[in-house]
């Protein structure tokens, strides 16, 4: 019986880390451009920064992790001290959740580019998560509302994973 307890316990323990990989959370979708901020075309740690990067908590999202929004994804490589304290969240959200959203800032080549994609998305959005090394189950198919036609986002030029 000893046995079996045991057995159950490692398949158990080994289950949920395939899924520690993989989680989906709500986040305020900021944006920022080459030419905005204190670190204007380089990472916290000099990494040129490009289109399919985003800054995010590095205590909540490793870097690495691939960020998948509902048109599109990206890899976290930088961060900041808004993102980190969440201060878009606390700002502009109404409901308690909003109020404790994780802050995503999605880079942009440009500062038009930028604008033109926040103005089309809502201030907030479920967005998945998955860290390095995770498993990838799949093609990931998303769209902006579940009446609307799927885009296949798996193989889009913005998923470029680890660059």
Same mark, same amino acid.
């Given at each position: 019986m000893n046995g079996l307890t045991a057995a159950v316990g490692v398949a158990l323990l080994l289950a949920c880390q395939s899924f520690a990989d993989e989680h989906s959370v709500l986040? &305020?979708?900021t944006v920022y451009w080459h030419g905005e901020g204190s670190g204007a075309d380089a990472s916290w740690n000099g990494t040129r920064? &490009?289109?399919?990067?985003?800054? @995010? =908590? %590095? /205590? &909540?999202? %490793?870097? *690495?992790? /691939? @960020? #998948?929004l509902p048109d599109a994804a990206c890899v976290a490589v930088d961060t900041g001290p808004d993102v980190v304290s969440r201060k878009a969240?606390?700002?502009c959200g109404r409901q308690p959740a909003e109020r404790k959203a994780? @802050? #995503? =800032?999605r880079f942009f080549d440009s500062k038009q580019k930028a604008l033109a994609w926040a103005?089309?998305? %809502? =201030?907030f959005m479920t967005v998945r998560i998955l860290t390095p090394g995770s498993k990838e189950g *799949?093609?990931?198919?998303a769209s902006k509302d579940p &009446?609307?036609?799927? @885009? =296949?986002? *798996?193989?889009?030029?913005?998923t470029s994973w680890g660059e």
């Open positions: 986040a &305020r979708t920064l &490009r289109e399919g990067h985003c800054a @995010v =908590d %590095p /205590k &909540r999202i %490793p870097y *690495g992790s /691939k @960020v #998948i969240a606390r700002s994780i @802050v #995503i =800032d103005k089309a998305h %809502p =201030d *799949g093609k990931f198919v &009446r609307s036609s799927s @885009v =296949d986002i *798996g193989n889009s030029a913005t």
